[in-house]
Structure formats: C-alpha cells, structure tokens
T-cell receptor
C-alpha cells in the first residue's frame, strides 16, 4: 500500500517568488493535514481538512499561505510571496475520519528561500 | 495551552547501551500520548502510544508509560542498535497533535 506522497521533495526559490507543494494522501483517508517543521523543531499544524472542508486553519498565515483540497483527495499548499523565514520542511499527513485515528506522514518538502 | 517538553539532544550511545529520552507534558484535559520516530530521509512514523494513565505503549523494544502524576511519558529501550539512530518526537493529542522539539539519537557500533 502506498503511503502519503509529497512533491517536490526539495525546492529552492528566491524570496518573493510563489511556490506550491502537492500531497496525495493514503487512499481512503478522509482527513488531511499540513504541518510546518522548522529546523530543530517539531511539526506544527497549519491546516486540517475533513474531505473538502478546512475544519481547522487557525494556524495558517492567510496573508501569504493558501491551501485547497479539491474533490477531497489531493491537496496543494501555496505560498505567495515566499519570505526568507518560510524556509522549512512542509509535511503532509492523512488519517481516517474518526477522531483518534493514527496520522500517517509523508516525507515532506524541504523549502529553501534565498 | 497544551505543550510538550523533551530533553535536548543529541543523545550519543554505544550499541547495546540503555536509552532514556525524557518527555513531560502540560495539558488541561486527558490527552493521548505518542512517540514518533523520524529516520533520515523518511517521514514521521508512529512508534508507540498510550491513551490513558498507567497505559504502557511498546514497539520494537521501546517502551513508554503514561504517568499522570508526574505528567511524563519517557521513552526507554534496554539495548539500542545502530539502526535506532533517528530523531524521536514526543507528542500529545487533545484536539490536535502537539509535538516536542525532537531528540536526535546517535548510536555507534
């Protein structure tokens, strides 16, 4: 069974440029999460989707970050424009819908903003 | 708010040594507790979990006991292997997962 797939694995951009990350969750997983992991820190939740609905986006910086999950499967996280401080690993995870189900993480996208 | 504090690394051990990575938490309710492991180049994987006080989670020789009285969930292993080298994250879940900062373990032959 395939795990959570993320692409690209690495991205280097200049500041003020836009960037997008893509996530394909485990088949059948209704809940999808995007996390931000800064160097030397644990992951922090940015947004959680249940099917197509963003049910918790309280930690998403909405001035420059956006996310979508069309059709309740794949998801895209976008930053526009990117800033130096956005350099981090962006993790995607998925789980079954019920509260308490295990989250399965993708390998992440490492973003470097120059 | 809820938070997790874990010991800073790196923790450097010889193969077959005993391991303890300390983790304490602050939470208003009764969260579930987790240890995740991140091997180089890979995603976070659930290592073990405990959902209520006095529960012991175990997997791959690792153990952790949910201690409500000390608000702790220390990770232990009696004999580490080189293949255990990774970053270990303690986490709690009330309404969402909250992670500690991670502890890097390096095991040398």
């Amino acid at each position: 069974e395939a795990g959570v797939v993320q692409s690209p694995r690495y991205k280097i951009i200049e500041k003020k440029q836009p960037v997008a990350f893509w996530c394909n969750p485990i088949s059948g997983h209704n809940t999808l999460y995007w996390y931000l992991q800064n160097l030397g820190q644990g992951p922090e939740l940015l947004i959680r989707y249940e099917n197509e609905e963003a049910v918790d986006d309280s930690q998403l910086p909405k001035d420059r970050f956006s996310a979508e999950r069309l059709k309740g499967v794949d998801s895209t996280l976008k930053i526009q424009p990117a800033e130096l401080g956005d350099s981090a690993v962006y993790l995607c995870a998925s789980s079954l819908l019920a509260v308490g189900n295990e989250q399965f993480f993708g390998p992440g996208t490492r973003l470097t903003v120059l | 708010g809820d938070s997790v504090t874990q010991m800073e690394g790196p923790v450097t051990l010889s193969e077959e040594a005993c391991l303890t990575i300390n983790c304490t938490y602050t939470a208003t309710g009764y969260p579930s507790l987790f240890w995740y492991v991140q091997y180089p180049g890979e995603g976070l994987q659930l290592l073990l979990k405990a959902t209520k006080a006095d529960d012991k989670g175990s997997n791959k020789g690792f153990e952790a006991t949910y201690r409500k009285e000390t608000t702790s969930f220390h990770l232990e292993k009696g004999s580490v292997q080189v293949s255990d080298s990774a970053v270990y994250f303690c986490a709690l879940r009330a309404d969402k997962l909250i992670f500690g900062t991670g502890t890097r373990l390096q095991v040398f032959p």
